[in-house]
């Protein structure tokens, strides 16, 4: 799993995906617990 949320990290800091917890936006390198992931959109 701590692979999962390294690579997490990475797609949020390139703003590629959102991470929320509980509904609310969170930072995925400081949340503890499960987090979920959202794609952003993407403008073509």
Same mark, same amino acid.
């Given at each position: 799993?701590?692979? $999962? #949320?390294? $690579? =997490?990290?990475? @797609?949020? /800091?390139? =703003? $590629? *995906?959102? !991470? !929320? +917890? &509980? =509904?609310?936006? $969170?930072?995925?390198? !400081? %949340? &503890? =617990? %499960?987090? #979920?992931? #959202? @794609? /952003? +959109? *993407?403008?073509?």
């Amino acid at each position: 799993m701590a692979d $999962v #949320r390294a $690579v =997490g990290i990475d @797609l949020a /800091n390139e =703003g $590629v *995906v959102s !991470t !929320t +917890q &509980k =509904g609310e936006p $969170v930072d995925p390198s !400081t %949340a &503890k =617990g %499960a987090i #979920r992931y #959202r @794609l /952003n +959109q *993407v403008d073509e």
